[in-house]
């Protein structure tokens, strides 16, 4: 089950990178795994998120719970990556996609951070 996670996660940074648009986030000396740590800690700063960052949370839970590749989960993806003028946390939650695309392949324990966030995400959604 963790290696076909993995394979999916793959292609589908695969299929973002070729369909990817001239806009770039600048992801200089970050990592999957300190950008899902920002994305919590915004999550938990904020209290409640807006849509646009509900709707980029959401995109990164597909990207990890998925098992085929979606094509209409990658456009979705590039749009809400070529958005103006996102939030700080919309800002990080597209590093992470970025990231994602750069490294073509993510570790276990980048895995493991992403499976984390979805947790907690998940979590924080039956809370309220």
Do not use: R, W
């Not at 200089?28 to 849509?51: D, M, P, R, Y």
Request: glycine share 4%; charged share 25%.
């Amino acid at each position: 089950m963790l290696h076909m996670k993995k394979i999916y996660v793959v292609a589908f940074a695969a299929i973002i990178l070729i369909s990817m648009s001239c806009k770039h986030q600048k992801t200089i000396n970050k990592s999957i795994a300190s950008s899902v740590e920002l994305i919590k800690e915004g999550i938990q700063k904020k209290g409640v998120v807006s849509s646009e960052e509900a709707l980029g949370l959401n995109l990164l839970s597909k990207m990890m719970t998925g098992s085929d590749i979606d094509h209409d989960l990658i456009e979705d993806v590039q749009v809400y990556m070529d958005a103006s003028d996102p939030s700080d946390l919309s800002k990080e939650i597209i590093t992470v996609f970025d990231l994602v695309q750069k490294q073509g392949n993510i570790s276990v324990e980048e895995e493991a951070a992403l499976d984390d966030l979805i947790t907690f995400i998940s979590v924080d959604q039956n809370a309220k």
